[in-house]
Structures are given as structure tokens and as C-alpha cells.
């Protein structure tokens, strides 16, 4: 979650809950004061959209799984600031004569306070299941970080054993060199002796021939 966000909405919610307390004691005030005290809420108002300006932008600055959370907060607050808003415009209007007002007093200042309430208690459960949903998104990215920090690991000793499998490919390929000369020297020491062989053969034939010629002239 952007620290900066947090920043914001803080401030907001801050404000959101000044400007529900300034219209509910609006309704009970007259003159000056009452003056004094919607002029305090349009620049409350104008402040709280400037706030969420600044949230909204820093909202769609963010990666789109956390912007996506931040705006549907925004629209929450949207929401609570146009409930603001159309307050002011009653305020404002002063259509409201002494006797209504009195009636206000009586029986209806119980009900405006406890809708005001229930405004902040929504924003309030709005708020806190939205970081819930936060923390989720928090909770998945450390999961998918850490996901792909194995990746990286795998991958590495993968490669480290195809480099091991590479290096014994050429080891057994030198052997099988080896082998192969090994194989010529033996073949041509094959050939020397079976030369060797028809030599000596040739020359105890040559012998045998001799020895027959010379018993036959010594007869």
C-alpha cells in the first residue's frame, strides 16, 4: 500500500468526520453563527475534494492489482463527500422557518446525529474490509515473489547440471577417441604379426626345400 495514499486518507477521514459534526450542529444554530459555521463547511468540503484529487491520482500511479483497491475506497469516499454536499445545499437553502426548526430540535436532531452515525460507521467497515482486502493483495504478492525467487533457484541448478552433463559429454567423448586410436595401434599390431608369421612360414618352406634338394644329390 502506498504510504502516500495513506497519507491522504487519513487526513480525509479526519475532515469527513469534522464536517458531519459541523452540519449536524448547523441545523441548531442561527445568524452569524450559522453563517460562520456553513462557511466552515464549504471549506471543509473544499478541501476534502482536494484530498481526494490527490488520492485519485496517486491511486492510478500504482501497480493495477493495489490500484484497483485504492479506487474503490475513492468511491466510498465520493460517496460520504456528496452526503456532505447535499447537507450544505439544505443548510444553504434556509427555507427552514423558527417552528420547523424548533420541530428539528425536538424529534428529529436524534435521527440526523444517528444518520450521521451510520455514515461513519459504513465508511468506517468500508474502510477496514478494503484493507483486509489490502493485505490479501500483499499476502499474494510475497507469495508470487517468493514463487519466482524458486523459479530463479531451479533454473540455476538446472543449468549447473546441464554443465556437469556437458562436461562428462565431452570426457566420454575424449575416451571414445582414446578407444578409437587404442583400436588402430592394436589393428596394425595384428598386421605386423601375421606378416611376421607368413615370413617365418616362407623361410622354413625355403628351408625344408634345401634340405630335400641336398639328401637327393647325396644320393
Known sequence: MSTVFEGYERQYC?????????????????????????????????????????MDLEARSLQPNIKGVLLAKLREYKSDLNNNKSELKKLVSGNMNPSARDMLLESGMADAMTVSADQRDRLMFS????NKSSDRIKDSRRTMLETEELGVSILQDLHSQRQSLLHAHDTLHGVDDNVSKSKKILSNMSKDDRNKCIISTSLRSWSCYHVDSLLQLSK
Do not use: F
Open 14 to 54: 479526519e475532515l469527513s468526520s469534522k464536517l458531519s459534526k459541523l452540519c449536524t450542529a448547523a441545523a441548531a444554530l442561527n445568524g452569524e453563527q450559522k453563517k460562520q459555521n456553513i462557511s466552515d463547511i464549504k471549506a471543509g468540503i473544499d478541501e476534502a475534494e482536494a484530498l481526494i484529487r490527490k
Open 127 to 130: 474502510t477496514e474490509r478494503l
